[in-house]
């Protein structure tokens, strides 16, 4: 069976994928897109036009969360919890994790005061929610490494990049998080999860953008 994940450079969903293959040791091919710019080929196969798409020989895979499963699935299913409500819990904080990128993104790339203040204060209130789901750790759930680890590192990655004096995530009243931020960027899959130019590439979006965090932090 082939595997080929369609990708863009900056994309924190597609990240979740790779973690997950890089963790499993799964052999794939992957090509980057340009979204400003997509194929022809591209959107003919991506129903939401978005990224990551998982080619598995001639068959379309979309969303992260689903190619995530599938992935963990096809290869021992360790990745989940065995009870079903746990199951079903991780996977309601995996759309919980998916919701923060969208605002982790909104805050990153706001052009005023503002905006960026509310997108914080979204974030911030999502992260100590976060905070009182997490227990001794090491992971989202204990011992058990799982799906939602692979789905929140992206996030963590993203909040670390150039501005990470002004991360959301506070240590004084989150130190679960910053505990499991710092363990999970420190996993050999995580940090190989993007490509070299990671930050540079984030770091020019933001500049496209007028980034108030951006011009804030070179005032
Ligand atoms: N729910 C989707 C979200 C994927 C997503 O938003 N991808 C972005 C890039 S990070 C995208 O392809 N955007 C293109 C567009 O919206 O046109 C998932 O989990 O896979």
Redesign the pocket.
Known sequence: MSLHLIS?K?????Q?AVITLKHKNIDFDITYID?AN?PDWFLEI?P?????VLKVDDEIL????V?NEYLDEITGGELQPRDPLARAKNRAWIEFA?NML?NL?MMKMSKDHERYNKYRDLLVRQMQRVEKRLGDGPWFNGEQFTLADTAFAPLFKQDSVADSKLSVIDPATMPKVQAWAERLLALPEVRDSVVDEFEDLYLAAMEKNGSYSLNRLAA
């Open positions: 863009f900056t994309c924190p969903f597609v979740r979204l997509p991506s939401l036009a978005k990224v990551p979309f969303e992260s969360a190619i998916s969208g993104y």
